[in-house]
Every structure is written in structure tokens, then in C-alpha cells.
């Protein structure tokens, strides 16, 4: 009788990591091309900024859907919003590390080479994994352990030594594109723990907490954006270097920041990482076809251990998608939904 909900759950979560993958995949190929092309390069705090905006726009579109009616749309935000200081507080937490996590992430990317920025920023799989089990009480077995480990291998082969993709070179600066990134997976594996946690020790709805968090993450961003590039915005303008690019690497931005909560709150956390990684590889084999990168045996292999690592990761195991409370009360009602 559990069959048929198995298999449909695991199709969703099937489906979940397809569209993430290429969502992912996509960025990643346009970023790489907004950062290294030769039109003036715009300000990552304003795309930020504007990222978080789009994201809260859709977010109550989506929510005055769900609700089905104005009086219920206003009720809905009367309380959950404008009524809860509190739950803005504590949504606050993560918009403002993921307002750190992505500026370091552009910060890093105008530091280091593509590859490298890539490979380092794996390590935010392992840093995700360490923070579910401090944060949310999981015991993770030791053939999810291995997995975790093993793409993080697998990425790294795969961009051992890759072909230049860029055409245009920029000055760099290793030293604060390592310190950039470093910081950038600490505050991706706690961020998307935090976040997780929250969705799931509520019945509040998901879209009521992406309206929390993005109002407060378009405050955090206008502070970085003043104190960051304040003084250059003035001077040349907020859209300062806008192309189509780079509204296109924003949308694809806001699209999967919508979609990640989605798969956050509906799989994990990690399957989140595995998703991105898989996406790295993607987006290479796209860059053989558009930039003429050349597959070697590093790449071979390292897909094979990316491929085998996902398989291993969704094996039947217990289940990760909960979180285990204190209080056997706390845990029926968990198991209950």
C-alpha cells in the first residue's frame, strides 16, 4: 500500500533535483559570462539587491494565489508579517547571511579562476551536512558520509585542469578570493540548515516565510549596497552596466531562490548540494559546446564518481526529511503531517 507514495515521492524529489540542476546549471554559464565579458562591469551589490526584490514580488503573488481571496491575502500578512515582529527577527538571521554568502560568492568569482571558484565552493556540501547534524539533530549514516565526500571528489576531478573558457583576463586578487569564498560556504551551510529548520518546526506557510526573510534581506542588501559601491552608484547609476545578461542572470536567480525553498522544505537540505554539484557538471559539458572546452580523463572520472554519489545519497536509509524533537508530542505531531 506505501508503494505507490514512495514512488511518487521519490519522482518529485527526482524532479525537484532535474529542474534545480538546470536552473543551477544556466547561472552559472551566465554569471561566468557577465563576469569575464568586455562590457563594464555592473555592481553584484545592486543585482544582489534587486535579486531579493523580484524574489519577494513573486513570493506575495504566489501567496495572494494560495490564500484565494483579498480578505484572506490581507489577513494572512496582517498576522503573519506586519503583526510578528518576532518571526521577521528571526528570519532576519538568515537574509543576512545570505546576503553575505552571495556577495562573497560574486566577490570571489571576480578573484579567482572559474574552475577554482567551482571546486572550493563544493566545500559548502560538507559544511551543509555538518550543520544539519549539529543544527537539526539528524544522524547521518556512514554511506551518506561517503557520498558527501565522494562528489566532492568527483568535482574537483572534473575541474582538475580545465580549458580557459574565458576569453577576456582579469586582474585577481587569489588571496581575497579564497578569504571571499571560504566565508561564502560557511554561510551557505548554515543559512540553508537555519532555513530548513524553520520551514519544518512550523505549519506556517512556506511563502509567508520567503515574504519575512526577502523583507528583511532587501533591507540588508541596500545597507551593503550604500556601504559597499555607495559612492560609485552616485556617481554612475544604480543599473550601472545592466545588460540583457545580467537581468537574465538575475532572473535565473530569483527563479531558483524560489525553487530551492521549495525543495528545502518539501526533501533537504543537502539534496540541495547534490543538485548544485551536479549542476557544475552540466554546466562544463555546456561549456564544451559553447566555449570549445575539451573533455579529458579527470572529467570522465569525475562524472562517474558525481553520477555514483547521487545513486548512493538515494538509496532507501532513514528518513532525513524530518526533524527529530525533543518532546514526543513534538514528534507526533511531525510525523502526523
Known sequence: MAAPR???????????????????AAYTIALRYTRTSDKELYFSTTAVCITEVIKLLLSVGILAKETGSLGRFKASLRENVLGSPKELLKLSVPSLVYAVQNNMAFLALSNLDAAVYQVTYQLKIPCT???????????????QWVSVFML????????WKPAQATKVVVEQNPLLGFGAIAIAVLCSGFAGVYFEKVLKSSDTSLWVRNIQMY?????????????????????????????????????????????????????DNIMKGFSAAAAIVLSTIASVMLFGLQITLTFALGTLLVCVSIYLYGLPRQDTTSIHQGETASKERVIGV
Open 6 to 24: 514512495d514512488n511518487v515521492t521519490l519522482l518529485f524529489k527526482l524532479y525537484c533535483l532535474a529542474v534545480m540542476t538546470v536552473t543551477a
Open 129 to 143: 551536512a555538518l550543520c544539519t547534524v549539529l543544527m537539526l539533530n539528524r544522524t547521518l549514516s556512514k554511506l
Open 152 to 159: 566532492c571528489a568527483g568535482v574537483t576531478l572534473v575541474q
Open 215 to 267: 523583507l528583511s534581506g532587501i533591507i540588508v542588501t541596500l545597507v551593503g549596497v550604500y556601504l559597499s559601491d555607495g559612492a560609485e552608484i552616485k556617481e554612475k547609476g544604480f543599473f550601472y552596466g545592466y545588460t540583457y545578461y545580467v537581468w537574465f542572470v538575475i532572473f535565473l536567480a530569483s527563479v531558483g531562490g524560489l525553487y530551492t525553498s521549495v525543495v528545502v522544505k518539501y526533501t
